[in-house]
T-cell receptor
Framework: SQQGEEDPQALSIQEGENATMNCSYK?????LQWYRQNSGRGLVHLIL?????REKHSGRLRVTLDTSKKSSSLLITASRAADTASYFC??????????FGKGTRLHILP | EPEVTQTPSHQVTQMGQEVILRCVPI?????FYWYRQILGQKVEFLVS????????KSEIFDDQFSVERPDGSNFTLKIRSTKLEDSAMYFC?????????????FGSGTRLTVV
């Protein structure tokens, strides 16, 4: 089954606004992770939230997890041009791997 | 900050040829992974490796693929006979403790082009 389906697929916002991306998954998880990928580059780990956590913050990032709805959201506050990238959620369960979603392409407009 | 290093950054190969993609994981990490990303598509899991053996592999990771940790620092992915559809970005990753508590550290990738 597919894990980690993000929406929207693409998002354009003005610099300074908040960006919210959502992720849904299908099976039980141990944790949910978010990664950023700049065009043509590698994936950078942003934040990990465990299945027994509901919310986590890291700088301008806020992640929520609702295991009853099998969904997570990533909020980037006060967006900057440098936040332009693709954002992926990835689900980790008891297997030794994480499974990525298709990603949200975020574009910050000046 | 420690990095995962991948070489080469770009490789072009003829269909049917063997390629070896190389990775140097972070030195105190114990879990190693290969993922691939076909242009514009999602990042797909290929294989995980722990304690000198494969711990998980996907349907993509068929008999044409193999992994090795030959010398305690390098971690390689070999594709024995490349196909056009193997063209993709290949990412190596490592982790301290597997999936449970830590995120993965990814390398910058090797862009493989099969012609």
């Amino acid at each position: 089954s597919q894990q980690g389906e993000e929406d929207p697929q693409a998002l354009s916002i003005q610099e300074g606004e908040n960006a919210t991306m959502n992720c849904s998954y299908k099976t039980s998880i141990n944790n949910l992770q978010w990664y950023r990928q700049n065009s043509g580059r590698g994936l950078v780990h942003l934040i990990l939230i465990r299945s027994n956590e509901r919310e986590k913050h890291s700088g301008r990032l806020r992640v929520t997890l609702d295991t009853s709805k099998k969904s997570s959201s990533l909020l980037i506050t006060a967006s900057r041009a440098a936040d332009t990238a693709s954002y992926f959620c990835a689900s980790g369960n008891r297997d030794d791997k994480i499974i990525f979603g298709k990603g949200t392409r975020l574009h910050i407009l000046p | 900050e420690p990095e995962v290093t991948q070489t080469p950054s770009h490789q072009v190969t003829q269909m049917g040829q063997e390629v070896i993609l190389r990775c140097v994981p972070i030195s105190n990490h114990l879990y190693f992974y290969w993922y691939r990303q076909i242009l514009g598509q999602k990042v797909e899991f290929l294989v995980s490796f722990y304690n000198n053996e494969i711990s998980e592999k996907s349907e993509i990771f068929d008999d044409q693929f193999s992994v090795e940790r030959p010398d305690g620092s390098n971690f390689t992915l070999k594709i024995r006979s490349t196909k056009l559809e193997d063209s993709a970005m290949y990412f190596c990753a490592s982790s301290q403790s597997g999936v449970a508590n830590y995120g993965y550290t990814f390398g910058s990738g090797t862009r493989l082009t099969v012609v």
